[in-house]
Structure formats: structure tokens, C-alpha cells
């Protein structure tokens, strides 16, 4: 629930109680409200900017910041997140600590750390963000962490960049100041670690990735953070499946790609599988050579390039690289022609284009998200994904 730690009687002005009050019951009962509210919810959340800022309600006014770029994220709308960034950047410098003292006993230094930890999910796949910038923000991150608390956030971020980047050097590092500043932990155990969960298939430890994901599955985790399980959509079977193949497709792990596509994803019933699938679920339904839901695909497919102004480079580039594989296999599967309107992509007097042409146009997409972030990331080893995903599916 937004604002669950905030008490409405306290606060002074009539407007923004009313518009916390009304934020808590849009958002009361689960994580599906945020989707499902999300309009309603930003549009709430930057008066309450406007606001609580005028009002000079700071301990609020970065909550608010923080919220409304949790939502961002959950929408992938990583745009508005980078330019509220520096917002973030310019007001926090003028009256986070400043004002501290002002709001005892309240999670107002936290939030500090909480608003780099959404600032981090734009950044570190975003082409905009070049090595110099990225590299100064994750300095900036880690000296906020290390002021004002909840630092495991920042080095599980540190091992996710490390991970992207394929830098076992630096993801061993960062791995280990995580452990160290494991205790603290206040947040959902499962997301935390995951990153950490997911290191082990860098480093060739498949099986340990295996036994950690089972224990999350199965809650075998500290007492003290069970709470998080009521909460947590990642640490469904079905989510954690598809977390590890991710992960193996984009490290280039093809042995343990197949042992969890065989072992785990396979066994579960198709309905889960096809349920609010995302492009690899789609992908993955296709490489079991099932294409009963191609319209529906090709619906996506066709969203997904209206969109993809609205998404991170690297979203960008695994989504064409996945359709890419996906129309490759529809080809193959004996369908040499499909019944849609791709932009600049010409169809036939039936209004059909190739299968494969379809194929080449999401390649053609892949390569320059792919390229245009390796440019600005010299550490990014784009071929080396799109190998890796031939690899896995074709």
C-alpha cells in the first residue's frame, strides 16, 4: 500500500490528507491495485509533488518522489524516472539534510536510498546513460547508501550492473559486500537477493542458482522475512522460472537454459505458462513448437514496436531479439507468411509479409538498441547476447 507507514490524521493540510487517504484505498490489497490504478495513481502523486513541496512537507515530499517513480518502474516508463532524477538530484542536495532533523523517527534518510535504487532500474540499461555518467551515479549511490543506510540495496544494484556487463571481477566484489550488509536488510528478501541468486549461473554454479531458487519457492528462508511472501509476485514458481532462463539466455548459459526450460518451465500446465505472458513467454511457447495463440502474438509484437519509445535500450533489445528468434521458429514451423501491418514493412494484395522478412525487420530492430547501448557501455558485449540467444532458440 502507498504511504502504509504514513498516518493521514497527522498531517496538517486538508488537500493533501484527503489525497494520501484516497492514495492508501487505491492501493490497499495488493501490488495488482498500482497496475490497475495506474493512471489514477500518478496523476494523484504529482499533485501531491506540487503540494507537499509548497507545503514545505519534506519527509512527504520525497516519499511522494520515491512512490511515483516505484510506478515508473512498474510500468516501465523508465523516461519520466531519468528526467525526475534530476529533480531528485537538485532537491535532495537542497533540503534533504537540512531538514532531517526535522522529521525524527520517520524513514526520510531511507528514502534517499530507495529513490537511487529507481533512478538505478532506468539507468543501467538506458543508452542515454553513458560509461562516465553511469559510473558517476553508481558512485553517488554507493556514498548515499554508506551515509544513510539500507547499503545491501546498492551492492545487490552493483551485481545486477556487473551481471549485464558479463564483469565477474566486479559482480565477486560486489557479492561480497552484499553479504556484509546482508543483516540489514528491511525490504522483500526474495527480490534482494536475486541478483545474488542469479551471479551463481555467471560463475558456473547452476546448481547452487537451483537450490537457492527452490528455497525461495518454498520459503525456506530467515524467519524474520517471511512477511515479504505475502507481498512478492517474484517469488512465484512460474516468475522464478523464467527469472533463471532469462538469465541463462542473456549470460549465454546453454546447458543450464535447457535444464531449466526441461525441468522446471515444461512442467507447468500450459495456462500458467500462457498466463500475462511477456515476449519470452512467448518465445518460449513457440520453441515448444506451439503457435495456437498467433494472432494474439502478432498482436504484441505490433505493441511492442508502438512502445518501444517508452522502454530502456536493453528492454528494447531483448524484446526484438526475442521476437526475432520467435518468427524464425514460425517460419520453420511451415508458416511462410503472416497476416500484419508492421511500420515500413510492405504487405501483398492479402495484406500478408514473410514470415522472414518479419524475422529480419525485429533482427534489424535488436541490432540497434543492441549497438547503440554498446556504444555508450564499451564493457557490453552485444553480439555476444544475440550469439547467446541463437544459440538457446534457433
Not at 549485464?164 to 536488510?185: G, H, P, Q, S, T
Request: aromatic share 16%; glycine share 2%.
Amino acid at each position: 500500500m502507498i504511504y502504509g507507514s504514513i498516518k493521514p490524521i497527522k498531517i496538517e493540510s486538508d488537500e493533501i490528507r484527503k489525497l494520501v487517504s484516497k492514495t492508501r484505498d487505491l492501493t490497499r490489497g495488493g501490488y495488482d491495485l498500482y497496475d490497475q490504478n495506474y493512471n489514477v495513481l500518478v496523476s494523484i502523486l504529482k499533485r501531491l509533488l506540487r503540494l507537499t513541496k509548497q507545503e514545505k512537507e519534506w519527509h512527504l515530499y520525497f516519499y511522494t518522489l520515491y512512490e511515483l517513480m516505484y510506478l515508473y518502474t512498474r510500468n516501465n516508463n523508465y523516461a519520466e524516472i531519468v528526467k525526475y532524477a534530476e529533480l531528485y538530484y537538485k532537491d535532495s542536495a537542497l533540503y534533504m539534510d537540512r531538514e532531517l532533523s526535522n522529521y525524527p523517527n520517520t524513514d526520510m534518510a531511507s528514502i534517499n536510498v530507495w529513490v537511487y535504487d529507481m533512478i538505478f532500474e532506468a539507468y543501467y540499461q538506458y543508452y542515454q546513460i553513458d560509461d562516465a555518467k553511469m559510473e558517476m551515479f553508481m558512485k553517488r549511490y554507493e556514498e548515499a547508501a554508506l551515509k544513510y543506510g539500507n547499503t545491501y540495496k546498492y551492492y545487490a544494484d552493483e551485481i545486477s550492473l556487473s551481471i549485464l556487463y558479463l564483469d565477474i571481477d566486479r559482480m565477486e566484489r560486489a557479492v561480497r559486500n552484499f553479504l556484509f550488509y546482508e543483516k540489514e536488510m528491511k525490504s522483500c528478501y526474495v527480490c534482494r537477493h536475486l541478483p545474488y541468486l542469479r551471479h551463481f549461473l555467471l560463475i558456473g554454479q547452476g546448481r547452487r542458482a537451483e537450490e537457492l531458487m527452490l528455497d525461495y519457492i518454498h520459503k525456506n528462508i530467515p524467519k524474520k522475512h517471511l512477511w515479504c511472501y505475502k507481498y512478492c509476485q517474484n517469488a512465484e514458481p512460474d516468475s522464478m522460472y523464467l527469472d533463471m532462463i532469462a538469465t541463462c539466455v542473456n549470460s549465454g548459459n546453454v546447458e543450464m537454459f535447457q535444464y531449466f526450460y526441461k525441468k522446471y518451465w515444461m512442467e507447468l500446465p500450459q495456462e500458467i505458462r500462457l498466463e500475462d505472458a511477456s515476449t519470452l513467454q512467448r518465445l518460449l511457447i513457440a520453441y515448444d513448437g506451439c503457435f495456437d495463440q498467433l494472432d494474439k502474438d502478432i498482436e504484441q509484437a505490433v505493441e511492442d514496436i508502438s512502445e518501444e519509445n517508452n522502454d530502456t535500450t536493453v528492454n528494447n533489445m531483448n524484446v526484438f531479439l526475442e521476437w526475432w528468434c520467435y518468427f524464425i521458429l514460425l517460419e520453420r514451423s511451415g508458416v511462410p507468411k503472416v497476416c500484419a501491418q508492421f511500420p515500413n514493412l510492405e504487405t501483398d494484395a492479402q495484406g500478408q509479409v514473410s514470415t522472414m522478412a518479419v524475422s529480419d525487420y525485429m533482427q534489424a530492430k535488436a541490432d540497434f538498441y543492441g549497438e547503440k547501448f554498446a556504444k555508450v557501455r564499451s564493457r557490453f558485449d552485444y553480439e555476444f547476447t544475440k550469439e547467446s540467444y541463437r544459440k538457446c532458440f534457433l
